[in-house]
């Protein structure tokens, strides 16, 4: 049976703290959080299609473009607007969860942009 303490679990973490920077990546590297809404994320995929599942189903639209919300915004990593294309009617507008191979499924509010409900918009806005 192995003996744990308090003092051998903080004598543990204190030397994997030590060590971590010379094993690769470092503590600060594998710490870094993921943004999921952010321009860069998106620009690779424009043209693609995704899979938009929520009120009213299941149906498929394309990532036309990813836009600035305003000019004095041109180009912020967290602030745009994304424009979706449906081949088909979709629903009202509601949050919707959006996916596609490679790309973590997330949630955006989606608002029809035409009469036909077949274009779409998200804002995404997560400047200060």
Do not use: C
Request: charge should be positive.
């Amino acid at each position: 049976m192995t003996d744990l303490s308090r003092r051998s679990l903080i004598a543990t973490g204190a030397l994997g703290a030590g060590l971590a920077p010379f094993l690769g990546g470092g503590v600060a590297e594998a710490s870094k959080p993921r943004v999921a809404y952010s321009r860069a994320r998106f620009l690779p995929h424009r043209r693609k299609r995704f899979r938009v599942d929520g009120p009213g189903g299941r149906w498929t639209a394309r990532l036309l473009e990813v836009v600035d919300l305003s000019p004095t915004q041109a180009g912020d990593d967290q602030a745009f607007g994304l424009v979706f294309r449906a081949q088909r009617r979709g629903p009202e507008q509601a949050a919707f969860t959006v996916r596609r191979h490679r790309f973590a499924p997330l949630t955006l509010f989606l608002v029809p942009t035409d009469a036909a409900h077949r274009s779409y918009y998200a804002v995404v806005n997560r400047s200060s």
